[in-house]
Structures are given as C-alpha cells and as structure tokens.
Nanobody, 126 residues
Framework: QVQLVESGGGLVQPGGSLRLSCAAS????????MGWFRQAPGKEREFVSS????????SYADSVKGRFTISSDNAKNTVYLQMNSLKPGDTAVYSC???????????????????WGQGTQVTVSS
C-alpha cells in the first residue's frame, strides 16, 4: 500500500557528506511519521532520525545530532537525510520507514513502523 525507495548512498571519506532520499508512493496519505534507521554488520538496528509530514516534530539520535539533518518535501512525498561530518562509525545500511498512526509516539522504535524501504549502503572509509 505504501512503497518507500531510498537512494543516495555510497562511499565517502571521513568528514565528507552524503544526502539520502526516501521517495514514498502509494497510499501516502495514510502515513504521518517518517524515520531513518541504520544497521551495521554485527550490530542491532539503530534509530537515526524521524520527522512528521506536518513538520511539528523532529527527532535525532544523540550520535548524529549536529551532523545529520532530516527534512521533507511534502509535494514530492520525499524525505531527505543530509549527513555531514561522516565518521567510519556511520557505516551501515540506511533504511527509510513510515508510520501510519497520526498519534505516533514511538519514533525511535523500529517495530512501531508499518512500511520499510529496501535500504541503501553508506560506507565511510577509515
């Protein structure tokens, strides 16, 4: 019912920048919260950032505050994650997720999201 497609991943040097995009399609009118998660080899899935389409609430993991910025273009049904000052520890598969509860209260919990993209690889070389 809702499809999410990420793009923008790649290989970057430490200190560099990347911008990830998440394009939503289908029944996007039923989604209210968009989130970014990441998972590195041997580690559990980690919350990165979230945003409401309304723009009234934005959240970031402590590990990325001051370096990453989440934004949305509602007309294009697209969410972006601008990643600056990248570190080797940021290396992971980054996935976009969508929640369909207008009173979404668990933006940091991956299990609370209803739809997921396929993920895009971000690699920060040492």
């Amino acid at each position: 019912q809702v499809q999410l497609v990420e793009s923008g991943g790649g290989l970057v040097q430490p200190g560099g920048s990347l911008r990830l995009s998440c394009a939503a399609s289908g029944r996007t009118f039923s989604t209210y919260v968009m989130g970014w998660f990441r998972q590195a080899p041997g580690k559990e899935r980690e919350f990165v950032s979230s945003i409401r389409w309304s723009g009234v609430s934005t959240s970031y993991a402590d590990s990325v505050k001051g370096r990453f910025t989440i934004s949305s273009d509602n007309a294009k049904n697209t969410v972006y994650l601008q990643m600056n000052s990248l570190k080797p520890g940021d290396t992971a598969v980054y996935s976009c997720a969508a929640g369909d509860d207008p009173f979404f209260r668990r933006p940091r919990d991956w299990a609370a999201y209803s739809y997921w993209g396929q993920g895009t690889q971000v690699t920060v070389s040492s």
